[in-house]
Nanobody, 130 residues
């Protein structure tokens, strides 16, 4: 059974930092492309950070310079670290995985198309307050 389990969400003050963790099981983690998405209130899901075909990190404009992810294949985990949090970072954050073969689909980047991410966690809520 495929599982992606996120943790680390909660309430954070603006300007602060957080680390979200995602632990994966049930699929070949090493061969997969991991990403973090988020859904802000009233919005659709947006890609926050994800790895491209060369292992380069794609960072969404909304978090550029403030966020990074790291992947530990030995532990089947991927971390999302964000700093200088803003109120607009308030969202449900989801860990997602795409397995090969991949259909790439983001202009200028070899990033899996959004619908290529077949595995999703249940999400973890992050609320940023002033």
């Amino acid at each position: 059974e495929v599982q992606l389990v996120e943790s680390g969400g909660g309430s954070v003050q603006a300007g602060g930092s957080l680390t979200l963790s995602c632990t994966a099981s049930g699929f070949t983690f090493d061969d997969s492309y991991m990403a973090w998405y988020r859904q802000r209130p009233g919005n659709g899901c947006e890609l926050v950070l994800g790895f491209d075909s060369a292992g380069t990190l794609y960072t969404g404009d909304s978090v550029k310079g403030r966020a990074t992810i790291s992947q530990d294949n030995a532990k089947n985990t991927v971390l999302l670290q964000m700093n200088r949090l803003k109120r607009e970072d308030t969202a449900m954050y989801y860990c997602a995985a795409a397995e090969p073969p991949i259909t790439w689909g983001r202009v200028g980047w070899m990033i899996p198309r959004d619908d290529e991410y077949k595995y999703w966690g249940q999400g973890t809520q992050v609320t940023v307050s002033l």
